[in-house]
């Protein structure tokens, strides 16, 4: 067993984060507020070229928050991609209001135009016409934007943009997490810059980050004394972690080549080897930053070895693999809820694996999950 473990994304530090930390203490401004705060935002809506931004301590509470600004209440119904991490959905049951799931297409493994818009039919028949639209760019490929917003449009159904796993990633040239009426951000430890824990909700207007703000600051009214007339959230990004954001937007673009690079030699390293698919962008509208690459393994083509096959080889030589998100409607917690669909989402669960893509992942990494890729396949 190899000591040095390979993770599936591991933090990478980009060297600056120190000093806006020591900024911070400096000043004394280590609670949720402070300029670590305003710069990082700053930061963000120059990088996304518009919109506002509001950073806060997770993702999960940026999609609480959007849903909340979307009018989302108890008993409303919100349509959910089911192929996620769990934190897009809970959100949906912290306010009451029932989540419907919706399978993936396969082009790319985002929410299908097609089985949304038979949900909101079904829906709208049954009496309950859904409040929000939840979707998201899996594994950092932006969904069909133009298809989904149609839709959307259609029946006047706003759309929360899930981007936790989307910063840098764009289609038609324009940045991803600014196609939703709002959208999120994840700055987690595996995501493509982290602040240890954090997350943003990106608004676009003035007024609504305002309103967010607000709301993730315990909703605090005006008055010399506490006094609040709205519930409110203890949700706001400290001027720590702001810090460490700073410092990581100065190596964002540098991390987003890193990944694509990494996802270049995964598309060389199975070229060659029959039922095994890397997953990228289905054309040239579409840019990702790979956050994670990811496969598809069919055993009919590979002598019935599988994505278990692989991810315990790997696991053998210390080198972490996941299987694909598994879908929303599959799990325990949220399997009588409805789902509208072709089960698209359950295949590629079954046969999909997420290989490690870290930026910092080194030559030696690569070669060794190479050395495991060529011992497995090619006999």
């Known amino acids: 067993m190899y000591k040095n473990k390979i993770w599936l994304s591991a933090p990478h530090m980009g060297g600056n984060e120190l000093k806006y930390i020591q900024e911070a203490f400096d000043s004394n401004w280590i609670a949720p507020v402070g300029s670590n705060i305003d710069c990082f935002e700053k930061d963000l809506e120059a990088y996304l070229g518009s919109h506002h931004v509001a950073v806060l301590?997770?993702?999960?509470?940026?999609?609480?928050?959007?849903?909340?600004?979307?009018?989302?209440?108890?008993?409303?119904?919100?349509?959910?991609?089911?192929?996620?991490?769990?934190?897009?959905?809970?959100?949906?049951?912290?306010?009451?209001?029932?989540?419907?799931?919706?399978?993936?297409?396969?082009?790319?493994?985002?929410?299908?135009?097609?089985?949304?818009?038979?949900?909101?039919?079904?829906?709208?028949?049954?009496?309950?016409?859904?409040?929000?639209?939840?979707?998201?760019?899996?594994?950092?490929?932006?969904?069909?934007?133009?298809?989904?917003?149609?839709v959307a449009d259609k029946y006047s159904i706003p759309i929360l943009e899930d981007s936790a796993e989307a910063l840098g990633s764009s289609y038609k040239g324009q940045k991803c997490g600014t196609f939703g009426d709002v959208a999120v951000f994840s700055f987690n430890g595996s995501k493509i810059i982290t602040t240890s824990g954090g997350g943003?909700?990106?608004?676009?207007?003035?007024?609504?980050?305002?309103?967010?703000?607000?709301?993730?600051?315990?909703?605090?009214?005006?008055?010399?004394?506490?006094?609040?007339?709205?519930?409110?959230?203890?949700?706001?990004?400290?001027?720590?972690?702001?810090?460490?954001?700073?410092?990581?937007?100065?190596?964002?673009?540098?991390?987003?080549?890193?990944?694509?690079?990494?996802?270049?030699?995964?598309?060389?390293?199975?070229?060659?080897?029959?039922?095994?698919?890397?997953?990228?962008?289905?054309?040239?509208?579409?840019?990702?930053?790979?956050?994670?690459s990811t496969i598809l393994i069919n055993p009919l083509e590979t002598n019935g070895i599988t994505r278990e096959t692989l991810r315990l080889a790997l696991e053998e030589k210390n080198i972490e693999s996941r299987p694909l998100w598994k879908p929303m409607h599959l799990q325990p917690v949220f399997c009588n809820y409805p789902y509208y669909g072709n089960h698209i989402a359950e295949t590629l669960f079954n046969n999909g694996l997420c290989l490690p893509s870290g930026s910092n992942m080194t030559t030696g990494d690569c070669n060794r999950i190479k050395s495991v890729i060529l011992q497995l396949f090619v006999k």
């Open 57 to 150: 301590n997770s993702g999960t509470a940026a999609i609480h928050l959007g849903l909340i600004l979307l009018g989302v209440q108890a008993g409303d119904i919100v349509i959910c991609q089911t192929m996620t991490f769990s934190a897009s959905a809970y959100p949906i049951l912290y306010l009451g209001a029932t989540p419907v799931f919706i399978d993936s297409e396969p082009e790319t493994w985002n929410l299908c135009p097609i089985a949304l818009e038979e949900a909101i039919i079904d829906t709208i028949a049954k009496g309950s016409p859904p409040k929000a639209i939840l979707t998201v760019h899996l594994y950092g490929v932006p969904y069909k934007v133009d298809e989904i917003r149609a």
């Open 200 to 292: 943003a909700i990106v608004t676009p207007s003035e007024a609504l980050k305002e309103k967010a703000v607000f709301l993730a600051t315990q909703a605090k009214d005006i008055a010399p004394h506490y006094q609040h007339s709205e519930i409110g959230y203890n949700y706001r990004m400290s001027n720590i972690c702001a810090g460490i954001g700073r410092g990581q937007m100065e190596v964002l673009d540098d991390h987003i080549g890193l990944r694509r690079s990494i996802h270049e030699f995964y598309t060389e390293s199975f070229a060659a080897i029959e039922g095994v698919t890397v997953f990228k962008v289905p054309n040239a509208n579409y840019f990702s930053n790979y956050w994670l």
